[in-house]
């Protein structure tokens, strides 16, 4: 089993959609979950990330862990073209390691 | 004002040559690493060093070897290239030992093609 899996997508939704994407991960040493978007050749740019389990919540994104289900989820409402991108997910554990990602998810946001 | 750099963005280059691709960040970061996206995206780590010490090595060919004069830079030189090196490669950084709870910096990539 790969340390952090991601359904690839694509995933194309119309503009002001509520959209979910998702990680899951089996090392429970994890404690760290980070978020990055990556768009069209660039490079990835970190944008939130949140500790243990719970929600965290920045703007119209919201990243919310369950660690008993080692499962990472990102939502983004009222989602704008502007974010049309690649998410990533990189559940991180310890200073000295260097981050692990998912594949990522392609995601697309029609006007 | 580019905080991380590499050089060159592109690079097409015949099978069996020999390549360098360099970074190099404004930044004042202690860790510098280098990953390689696939055709499919997946972002894996290769290299890592903290102020000029090489402290992650991934399951990389000896092929790849990488070259810190000092800890802005961080430089990639591949030998004997092969069809399956075609792919991005990423140089980024982040501040203190390697803490990616900073967040890494990543540079814009450089595209390398092999023929």
């Known amino acids: 089993q790969k340390e952090v899996e991601q359904d690839p997508g694509p995933l194309s939704v119309p503009e002001g959609a509520i959209v979910s994407l998702n990680c899951t991960y089996s090392?429970?040493?994890?404690?760290?979950f980070m978020w990055y978007r990556q768009y069209s050749r660039k490079g990835p740019e970190l944008l939130m990330y949140?500790?243990?389990?719970g929600n965290k919540e920045d703007g119209r994104f919201t990243a919310q862990v369950d660690k008993s289900s080692k499962y990472i989820s990102l939502f983004i409402r009222d989602s704008q073209p502007s974010d049309s991108a690649t998410y990533l997910c990189?559940?991180?554990?310890?200073?000295?390691?260097?981050?692990?990602f998912g594949k990522g998810t392609t995601l697309s946001v029609s006007s | 004002d580019t905080a991380v750099s590499q050089t060159p963005k592109y690079l097409v280059t015949q099978m069996g040559n020999d390549k360098s691709i360099k970074c190099e960040q404004n930044l004042g970061h202690d860790t510098m690493y280098w990953y390689k996206q696939d055709s499919k995206k997946f972002l894996k780590i290769m290299f890592s060093?903290?102020?000029?010490?090489?402290?992650i090595n991934e399951t990389v060919p000896n092929r790849f070897s990488p070259k810190s004069p000092d800890k802005a830079h961080l430089n990639l030189h591949i030998n004997s290239l092969e069809l399956g090196d075609s792919a991005v490669y990423f140089c980024a950084s982040s501040q203190g030992t390697g803490d990616g709870l900073d967040g890494y910096t990543f540079g814009s990539g450089t595209r390398l093609t092999v023929v």
């Open positions: 060093y903290n102020n000029k010490e090489l402290i």
């Open positions: 090392n429970s040493a994890f404690q760290y």
């Open positions: 990189a559940p991180y554990n310890q200073a000295g390691t260097a981050l692990i």
């Open positions: 949140t500790y243990s389990s």
